[in-house]
């Protein structure tokens, strides 16, 4: 590893334009997914960290450029790219906020929550599920279409956008649903204590009539 390379990046002035977009597109747009990735589910997806690993070669590529058209390709590359690992990021957020889902209706199965927001709750909230979830198998059938690569980032944005609506409005609703299945958890377990005082108070009348007879 002792090739020296030469680098000079003082041109790239002339691209500050794209670049800060690009940096801005990371930090704000792409960077809080990763966050999300990581607490959710402790990984980093590799299709993501394949398209970042590029936007930074191809930046690399741009400060070692011999030619204004070869920087000029590689800043092209690099904003590709980083649509690209955004694209991946709506994808890899629809498969979470979809699990998201299921989990939230297994932690509160066997608890009425046609209570929650006066009836509107269950119904509306499978209508948006039903929804996100089309849209998504939308996008992810056009994948093996011709459809443009704009395209194809819309299809996905859409499915995302419905996704995370979805999730804040299971989110919104979660204080009340604890609140629901303490409810029904306290009711059971009077409903078996009285159940036992019950068998109790039967047993000891037997037992009593048992022992006049002798």
């Given amino acids: 590893m002792d090739t020296k390379i030469k680098t000079d990046s003082s041109f790239l002035t002339q691209y500050k334009q794209d670049l800060d977009e690009i940096f801005r597109a ?27 690993r ?15 058209e070869q920087a000029e390709r590689n800043i092209q590359k690099i904003k590709s790219h980083t649509k690209r690992a955004l694209l ?39 209508a948006h599920y039903n929804k996100a979830k089309d849209a998504y198998f939308e996008a992810k059938q ?12 819309n299809l996905f944005q859409k499915a995302y956008n419905l996704f995370a609506s979805l999730a804040e ?3 919104s609703v979660e204080h009340s649903a604890v609140f629901l299945k303490h409810k029904a958890t306290r009711r059971d377990r009077l409903a078996v204590a009285s159940f036992i005082i019950g068998a109790v108070g039967i047993a000891v009348t037997i037992v009593a009539a048992a022992m006049t007879l002798l």
């Fill in 26 to 52: 990371y930090l704000e747009d792409i960077n809080p997914f990763i966050v999300l990735f990581e607490a959710q589910r402790n990984e980093f997806p590799l299709e993501l960290q394949n398209e970042i």
């Fill in 54 to 68: 590029a936007m930074y070669g191809h930046l690399a590529r741009a400060a070692i450029a011999e030619t204004p």
């Fill in 88 to 126: 991946d990021c709506f994808k890899y957020s629809c498969v979470i906020f979809s699990d998201s889902y299921t989990d939230f209706f297994k932690r509160y199965e066997g608890v009425d929550l046609s209570y929650l927001e006066d009836g509107r709750f269950l119904p509306e909230i499978h």
């Fill in 142 to 153: 056009a994948e093996t279409s011709n459809i443009s690569e704009e395209s194809l980032f």
């Fill in 169 to 171: 409005r299971l989110n």
